[in-house]
Structures are given as C-alpha cells and as structure tokens.
C-alpha cells in the first residue's frame, strides 16, 4: 500500500482542516488505517483508527469529540476531519495501513502498521 497525506496547513485555534489521505497499490479495502502525528521533541502518537470496513473507529482521549475519521473504499481515499483546532494539536500528521489485512481490532501502536505516508504538516496558531 502506498500512501500520500495531504491537507495539512496553517490555521487558527478554533479552526478547522480536514485531512485526507491517498492509498495506491495492494487492496485499500482491506486494510485498518490510521492517522498518527508527531510534534517536534515528541514521539509519534496514535490519533485516530478505522477498520477496513469502516464499521469501527478509535480515538486518543485528546481529539475525542474534535475529530472524525473515515474513509472511503470506492475511491482508496480516507480523512481526518479536525475541528475546535488547540495549539498542541500542532505536529505532522502521518497516515497509516495496518501492517495485516482484515485483522481484527485498530492498533494503536505505530509498530502495528507497515504502510506509512510521508505526513502533512498542521500548525495551529493561539
């Protein structure tokens, strides 16, 4: 699975960015994805999940209820809206492909996925 991030940008706290993510290669669909991010100094955290038939999703305590992710299979596309942006949601935002297809249950663990994009950058402004 190749991946291509893309949406990130400048925005003020508040705001709102939706991300997207572009998936080519070996079958999307059976894939669970996921969005991670990485602030400057910081390790790469999980951020949001989506199993491969977009029946379930997992989110870190820290955007529960300010995000949303989904995806769409017909177009190998899948998205992170992030809306009431805070200052320390500012970091690079990677896309992911579980490193298995159709298992069950989102890991969020970086380790547990073996398809990275090259992340888009948000910077959210107080």
């Known amino acids: 699975v190749q991946l291509q991030a893309s949406g990130g940008g400048l925005v003020q706290a508040g705001g709102s960015l939706r991300l997207s993510c572009a998936a080519s290669?070996?079958?999307?669909?059976?894939?669970?994805m996921g969005w991670f991010r990485q602030a400057p100094g910081k390790e790469r955290e999980f951020v949001a999940g989506i199993n491969w038939s977009a029946s379930t999703t997992d989110y870190a305590e820290s955007v529960k209820g300010r995000f949303t992710i989904s995806r769409d299979n017909a177009k190998n596309m899948m998205f992170l809206q992030m809306n009431s942006l805070k200052p320390e949601d500012t970091a690079v935002y990677y896309c992911?492909?579980?490193?298995?297809?159709?298992?069950?249950?989102?890991?969020?663990?970086?380790?547990?996925?073996?398809?990275w994009g090259q992340g888009t950058e948000v910077t959210v402004s107080s």
């Open positions: 290669g070996r079958t999307f669909s059976r894939y669970n």
């Open positions: 992911a492909a579980d490193r298995s297809p159709v298992r069950i249950g989102i890991r969020a663990s970086a380790n547990e996925y073996g398809y």
